[in-house]
């Protein structure tokens, strides 16, 4: 394979272990988990990734499996501590390799060539939590004298195409098992189903039905509620099946079943109650759950019914999470309290959903506009809090908190998607698309790094300052990105460029 020969460092990729004893982790399909210490591995490469060291890649981000005889043109050289026995006689002229006697994923070492240069790392991490630095790669980055933020990794990851990073996401995606009515499941269908929208890839729709059938063996409806057939941890059964409705409509349009239908019947008799829509003190991500009792009653043309309630409930939840200063929505009031400064869950999760709302809004209704100005607000407030180089922060509105990955591809997919609707102005097309420019920079074979955990949320403000960085781009689903890159695809296309 040939990779980036002018790169400073070169990647060798240890194999994936096969067999029903290797430790997996969880999250993929059964079988088909990347191994615990490979795991760790891509931890180290996130973190050089995110330390911009000009790591070497080939097509398809892929690294070198064997090193090359002639190891001169790299400053260094970067394994799995576990794969040096593996590697060791092609290894030999590093001082120290033959004498290494290996013992467990958690060891690390550095060993010099003879002729002086490159340096080995041998990369191990005996913990399970990643946080902000590993000492033993910085002593590496030190000593074999790297550059960091280089300008040439950042212009090849650039230089990579929308359409084979989509597809990369896409094959990480598919590979999910989520059929559990939570909200990952929720974000797992409605990525898919973007990305066959915008590439009309046949695998997914096949991985929705398998999703959605999956998932609909589990629940039943019993006096106009919702159960599980078995108890599961994680988000509420009846919040969790209308996060996933949109979706399930959508879905329903294109490959019919009965037993869709039937879920959703049973899902408009909840939508229309009442008591969905009470005004309270209290407000956590807002539209986050509304979306889907908008994308059921509009199905069976039933909005009316609820559209006085749901638009009282809406212009209540604006009036008590909008901040007239900055234009942004607060995370959550909560019984008078909320945060002092704004972090970017509650508006990236805002400005996901109030587009699928519009999606299902019938244009002839007269509160249509009304949620149309409210979505153009918010957008213009969270536009103000970019950053020039195209990302926005964890903390919206301080500026030395995090670079955010997830938060930026969801801005940038609400942006794009909201201008190709028409309700956005070209200014927000050219803001997602320098976004997305720099979320290239954050990813890589087909997932993320440089994220905090997923689209994490708390309550509490030091909560995203002190949360470890996630640099494993192989561990989180890649539900934004895929978003991200749909949506890019899609506008792309219809504007014949890129």
Not at 241 to 251: E, G, I, R
Not at 375 to 396: K, M, N
Not at 482 to 491: G, I
């Amino acid at each position: 394979m040939k990779t980036g020969s002018q790169a400073e460092v070169l990647v060798i990729e240890p194999p994936e272990p096969e067999g029903p004893d290797v430790a997996r982790r969880g999250g993929w399909r059964p079988g088909m988990g990347p191994c615990v210490v490979n795991d760790l591995f891509r931890c180290g490469v996130g973190y050089l990734l995110m330390s911009g060291v000009d790591v070497a890649f080939g097509p398809g981000d892929a690294f070198a499996s064997e090193p090359p005889d002639d190891l001169s043109r790299y400053k260094g050289v970067f394994i799995a501590v576990h794969d040096l026995p593996r590697l060791r006689d092609r290894l030999r002229d590093f001082e120290g390799v033959a004498e290494f006697e290996y013992q467990s994923p958690g060891q690390s070492a550095c060993f010099r060539h003879r002729s002086g240069s490159p340096l080995l790392m041998a990369f191990g991490w005996a913990g399970d939590t990643v946080y902000y630095t590993f000492p033993n790669i910085d002593k590496f980055i030190i000593e074999a004298d790297l550059a960091v933020y280089s300008n040439a990794l950042e212009r090849r990851l650039k230089a990579r195409s929308d359409r084979a990073l989509l597809d990369d996401l896409l094959q990480r995606m598919l590979r999910l098992n989520r059929a559990d009515w939570t909200d990952v499941m929720s974000y797992a269908a409605r990525s898919v189903l973007a990305a066959w929208e915008a590439t009309g890839d046949e695998r997914c729709l096949d991985y929705v039905e398998w999703l959605f059938d999956s998932a609909a063996a589990t629940i039943y409806h019993e006096d106009d509620h919702v159960k599980l057939r078995a108890n599961r941890a994680g988000t509420p059964i009846d919040f969790g099946v209308t996060l996933s409705l949109d979706s399930l409509v959508n879905f329903h349009r294109i490959r019919p079943k009965e037993r869709y239908l039937e879920i959703l019947r049973n899902e408009l008799t909840r939508a229309l109650r009442k008591e969905n829509y009470r005004i309270t003190d209290s407000w956590a991500p807002f539209p986050k759950g509304v979306h889907g009792r908008v994308a059921v009653t509009a199905f069976f043309d039933e909005f009316s019914r609820i559209e006085d309630d749901f638009l009282r409930y809406c212009r209540a939840g604006e009036s008590a999470l909008y901040d007239e200063k900055t234009g942004l929505w607060r995370y959550f009031v909560k019984h008078g309290r909320t945060c002092p400064h704004f972090p970017g869950h509650g508006c990236a999760l805002s400005l996901l959903h109030l587009p699928i709302i519009l999606d299902f809004y019938p244009k002839d209704r007269p509160g249509y506009e009304t949620m149309v100005e409210m979505y153009r607000r918010l957008a213009r407030g969270v536009a103000r809090y970019q950053d020039d180089r195209g990302f926005w922060r964890t903390i919206l509105d301080v500026p030395g908190s995090l670079e955010r990955t997830d938060h930026t591809a969801l801005f940038l997919y609400s942006f794009l998607r909201g201008h190709r609707m028409g309700l956005l102005e070209d200014e927000f097309r050219e803001r997602g698309l320098q976004a997305w420019d720099w979320l290239k920079t954050r990813t890589f074979q087909g997932g993320a790094f440089g994220v905090l955990g997923g689209i994490s949320h708390s309550y509490t403000y030091s909560y995203y300052l002190l949360r470890p960085i996630f640099y494993n781009y192989a561990a989180a689903p890649p539900v934004c990105n895929l978003l991200a890159a749909s949506e890019v695809l899609r506008q792309s296309e219809r504007n014949g460029e890129r």
